[in-house]
């Protein structure tokens, strides 16, 4: 569900989106993406941030980590 969208992009709940559009990044960057993921993941499972996807220009999208 999108929480803000604008012209620039949009901003979603969770990670679900950043998961599946690693398999569309280059191969040479896809294990660091995955790394990076879990490592989210955990730190959203520690109830330490609240794990966003922000859908930006030219399908480049970022995993963001918010404070609760």
């Known amino acids: 569900m999108a929480i803000w969208h604008k012209e ?4 979603v709940e969770g990670a679900g989106d950043f998961i599946a559009s690693i398999d569309a990044a ?5 294990l ?7 490592w989210a ?8 941030v ?13 995993i963001t980590g918010l404070l609760p």
Do not use: V
């Not at 620039?8 to 901003?11: I, R």
């Not at 280059?26 to 896809?30: A, D, G, L, V």
């Not at 609240?50 to 970022?62: A, C, M, P, S, V």
């Open 26 to 30: 280059p191969e040479t960057s896809r």
């Open 8 to 11: 620039e992009g949009q901003l």
């Open 41 to 48: 993941i955990a730190l959203e499972q520690a109830r330490l």
């Open 32 to 38: 660091l993406l995955r790394r990076l993921c879990d």
């Open 50 to 62: 609240k794990l966003r996807t922000f859908h930006g220009k030219e399908d480049i999208w970022t």
